[in-house]
């Protein structure tokens, strides 16, 4: 067995907490943890016990159930899912839910994967309303489509470019001048130098009611005995079997799970520091380089002071351009802030977005806050007049980790030297955009389908350089 101090219990209980509390210059923030829920009828407790599953999940964030998701719906495999903590307490919770690609380039690494997710979250919208359902009350599904703002003769060039490739993809984007762009936005600080690009397609989901629609479709299945969940339990070490070296079952604190085809790791930044733990010990190298970065989100509950008829982005968020002056910014931290802003289906106003490299602190800061509120003011002059402090009441922030990778892709497909564990991770912001062609990817892998995007530029071996 090998000990994985990653998924042991943390002394902090901030850690990999989405902390939602309220805002207020003038004092240190209470913190109010995301309680956890009465255990289900569908997590199995039994203590020291031993279960068999086809498949073992790693990591309840919505990457790790909707491969568990796609596993029960297109096989009749089983599949256990495990958490040391519940499911949205970490990144997936403490996102703004945007399905955009607005801000995804035609050719990229990462551009067929976006695609085909954004197409499976689409088709799934569709065949709520066909059940009959309101996906915008399943889901909270808003075709609000998106628009990525400009404001100097450069970025109206570069906008127009990019207008052009997303066409040439076969999206229907447009460019907007800036009368055009003040139709669409009125509230929004427009002269003569703005413009933007605009994709009517995009949509937005509420992470929150995403998770629970897919958790409850999940536990269907488990009175077939294929699937149970295992919440507030670590994993404590993996097994290894003494005959073909695969890992046979991972040890958590309460269970031993057998997995008889696959181990899935889809732990977000937990999962490079879990790997190498298990590698190290066994006497074999292998170093993810997924690394945690911070992300603060404002949010504005009921906020109707600001029309908003669309989700915005400035064109800065392409880049993450550095910042400094910030009492809390160094080069290390790389921080970077950029005005994205949205209404989601419940009238909140959600104001982001920052990144930095401070490991797993997730302590609110408000020199980041502030920045982050007089830079969404720059471009909606309202917002202005406003003092934070004025909203402490209505006003929360959202803080996780995003899985950071340096070349800016996910690592998707099978470990080197274990063809039974399989990775899944390292999507850092687009998490829930990427989740269900990732789910669809980790499938195909495992049951040796013909994949419908091609694999080859998340393998293991390319994130490992």
């Known amino acids: 067995m090998t000990s994985l101090s990653a998924f042991l219990p943390n002394p902090n209980p901030n850690l990999k907490v989405l902390h939602s509390h309220n805002f207020n210059l003038s004092s240190v923030p209470s913190w109010k943890h995301k309680s956890t829920p009465s255990k289900s009828p569908f997590s199995v407790s039994c203590s020291s016990s031993s279960h068999t599953y086809d498949v073992v999940i790693v990591g309840a964030g919505v990457i790790g159930l909707t491969i568990a998701r796609h596993f029960l719906l297109s096989s009749h495999l089983s599949v256990a899912i495990v958490d040391k903590a519940v499911p949205c307490s970490g990144a997936t919770g403490a996102g703004q839910g945007h399905l955009w690609m607005i801000n995804k380039t035609p050719g990229s690494a990462t551009w067929d994967l976006a695609r085909r997710s954004h197409h499976l979250w689409t088709t799934l919208a569709q065949s709520l309303e066909e059940q ?93 005995g294929r699937y149970a969940e295992f919440y507030n339990d670590p994993v404590k070490c993996f097994i290894r079997s003494d005959g073909n070296g695969e890992v046979k079952a991972v040890q958590t604190f309460k269970n031993t799970l057998h997995s008889k085809k696959a181990v899935i790791v889809a732990a977000g930044c937990w999962t490079g520091g879990l790997i190498h733990d298990l590698f190290k010990n066994w006497g074999m190298e292998l170093h993810v380089p997924v690394r945690p970065r911070k992300g603060h989100l404002l949010v504005l509950q009921n906020f109707n002071f600001l029309a908003l008829n669309h989700g915005v982005m400035e064109a800065d968020y392409l880049n993450h351009p550095t910042i400094s002056g910030l009492e809390s910014s160094d080069c290390e931290k790389d921080l970077s802030v950029s005005m994205v802003a949205s209404i989601d289906t419940a009238g909140n106003l959600l104001l982001g977005s920052s990144r930095e490299f401070v490991g797993f602190n997730t302590d609110l800061d408000e020199s980041v806050v502030s920045y982050m509120w007089r830079r969404v003011g720059e471009f909606f002059p309202k917002l202005k007049t406003i003092s934070l402090s004025d909203l402490n009441a209505s006003t929360k922030v959202r803080i996780g980790l995003r899985p950071y990778m340096p070349d800016g892709k996910p690592v998707i497909g099978p470990v080197p030297g274990l063809s039974n564990v399989y990775l899944a991770a390292g999507h850092e912001g687009s998490g829930l955009s990427l989740a269900l062609g990732t789910a669809e990817m980790i499938v195909e892998m495992v049951l040796g389908h013909q994949g419908k995007v091609d694999t080859t530029p998340f393998a293991v071996q390319q994130a490992l350089g």
């Open 132 to 224: 009959g359902l309101d996906p915008t009350m399943e889901l909270g599904w808003k075709k609000s489509g998106s628009l990525l703002i400009g404001r100097s003769d450069a970025e109206s060039d570069m906008l127009k470019g990019r207008v052009k490739q997303l066409c040439e993809a076969g999206l229907k984007a447009e460019y907007l001048s800036s009368s055009d762009l003040f139709k669409e936005e009125p509230d929004l600080l427009v002269d003569q130098d703005s413009a933007a690009a605009f994709l009517p397609v995009d949509c937005q989901l509420d992470a929150h009611r995403t998770v629970e629609y897919i958790e409850k479709a999940n536990r269907n299945f488990a009175s077939e």
